[in-house]
């Protein structure tokens, strides 16, 4: 009885790679979040995707950051030419519908430190 | 503007007390407010909601109050255990699951 799952759980990268970030939603859960929390911070808001659909991308940096949904495997959040100020926690969330409340189910997050 | 602002970075009980952890928050057209556990390495974890209609609910050991003329919502911890050391979000829910959170409250139980 999984949860969310994200992999990998640390991530290591050099100022310009390319990082991506994997999650796999509770099963059954059509509806994907990702967060990001700078270090003792709260969490913002990225990015919210159905399968084959992002919903709304108000949070995500207009440049070298995309995700994707897709109908088959997980979703993937991807940090293209990752800068130092990129290093985070990024937890992705699942929900099995469009939440009438507040209960999403995050995962254990995905650290990538930026060098 | 979007804001979820908490009142006090830190908090330290003891155990067995009572535990009450404040938020302030700035939007009124929010459907719903969460609040949200995270341990130390670990992502967030549902405690309880409580609907924009509502100005109290209770859980197992837990009750939520909304006051929405001062736009200040609560968080009470009955009994405080070790257990509980964390760091405490509040969030507010707007429609499609959108979560804005605050800073974050860390409880600290003393035994």
């Known amino acids: 009885n999984a949860g969310v799952m994200q992999n990998p759980r640390h991530l290591v990268r050099r100022r310009g790679q390319e990082a991506r970030l994997r999650c796999s939603p509770v099963k059954g859960h059509s509806h994907v979040y990702w967060y990001r929390q700078l270090p003792e911070e709260g969490l913002k808001f990225m990015v919210y995707l159905q399968k084959e659909n992002i919903i709304d991308e108000s949070g995500m940096p207009k440049e070298r950051f995309s995700a994707e949904f897709p109908k088959e495997g997980p979703s993937i959040l991807r940090i293209q030419q990752v800068v130092r100020g990129d290093s985070a926690a990024y937890f992705c969330a699942s929900s099995p519908a469009a939440p009438a409340t507040g209960e999403l189910f995050f995962g254990e997050g995905s650290r990538l430190t930026v060098l | ?111």
């Open chain 2, 1 to 111: 503007g979007e804001s979820v602002g908490l009142h006090l970075p830190t908090l330290s009980v003891q155990e067995g007390d009572n535990s009450i952890i404040n938020c302030a928050y700035s939007n009124s057209a929010s459907d719903y407010f969460i609040w949200y556990k995270q341990e130390s390495g670990k992502g967030p974890q549902f405690i309880i909601d409580i609907r924009s209609n509502m100005d109290k609910r209770q859980g197992q050991r837990v009750t939520v109050l909304l006051n929405k003329t001062v736009k200040h919502l609560s968080l009470q911890i009955a009994a405080t255990q070790p257990g509980d050391s964390a760091v405490y979000f509040c969030a507010e829910g707007l429609q499609g699951g959108k979560l804005i959170f605050g800073q974050g409250t860390e409880l600290s139980v003393k035994p």
